[in-house]
């Protein structure tokens, strides 16, 4: 199975940045599609940013043009850039996994926390 570690989370003021990572460890298989969920107290986790393993990616319209994922498929890691951010981004962030004809996400990461002041 495949391991998912984040880290890169922290509290920052509105307009900074941060850069998420996600480790990946295991019985990794390509294709695959990797990306970033985040999730806040009583709410629904959302889909935050995907990308495959030929590095194909989809921006949630919410942070379309500030967020931009990356993966490096030699090193099993895939990234979140965070820019501009603003306090509506403040959450969990998760990393997850799936291959293909998974019904859902395969893997999990444990999740890192994003605060963003005002």
């Known amino acids: 199975q495949v391991q998912l570690v984040e880290s890169g989370g922290g509290l920052v003021q509105a307009g900074g940045s941060l850069r998420l990572s996600c480790a990946a460890s295991?019985?990794?298989?390509?294709?695959?599609?990797m990306g970033w969920y985040r999730q806040t107290p009583g709410k629904q986790r959302e889909l935050v940013a995907t990308?495959?393993?030929?590095?194909?990616?989809n921006i949630a319209d919410s942070v379309n043009g500030r967020f931009t994922i990356s993966r490096d498929n030699a090193k099993n890691m895939v990234y979140l850039q965070m820019n501009s951010l603003k306090p509506e981004d403040t959450a969990v962030y998760y990393c997850?996994?799936?291959?293909?004809?998974?019904?859902?996400?395969?893997?999990w990461g444990q999740g890192t926390q994003v605060t963003v002041s005002s």
């Open positions: 997850a996994y799936r291959e293909p004809w998974d019904s859902g996400v395969r893997s």
């Open positions: 295991g019985r990794i298989i390509r294709p695959n599609t």
């Open positions: 990308i495959t393993s030929g590095s194909s990616t």
